[in-house]
């Protein structure tokens, strides 16, 4: 992943977006996700077209069209690992008190959760770009 200063510099995945209050809705399309590792450039086709990871902890899948409610967050300077993950857990509650707000219906399962980081560990904390993505009720 390219940076400037912390800055990704790389594209996300395609999707388009809704702004609320507080928040975004977006529409993702299909795409190949490498588990804890990245999420491979949108053009780069399907889990077929990808090499094996060499990590054996590393998962290629595949993910259907998903409509995601987000919301981006900063990450504390000071606290470590612990400070990070309260971070992300006030702004999940942040997100679902706005989508309930506006009636929006998120999934209830924590495993429809994404916490989402996109910096290297360099970056400047004020520079980070972190979000956290819940899956919309079917």
Known sequence: MASFLGIVLEETPKHTSVFKDGYEL???DAQVRAE????????DGSVKDLPVP???SV???QVPEQLMAVHRFGTPLFGGHEARWTAAKEAEASLR???A???VELEQDPRE????????????????TNEV???LAE
């Open 26 to 28: 977006r529409k993702y």
């Open 36 to 43: 804890h590792t990245f999420v491979p450039r949108p053009d």
């Open 54 to 56: 060499d990590d054996p």
């Open 59 to 61: 998962t290629l899948r």
């Open 97 to 99: 008190l706005a989508c």
């Open 101 to 103: 707000r506006d009636g």
């Open 113 to 128: 959760t994404v916490v989402a980081t996109y910096n290297p560990p360099w970056t400047p904390w004020f520079l980070r």
């Open 133 to 135: 993505m819940v899956r």
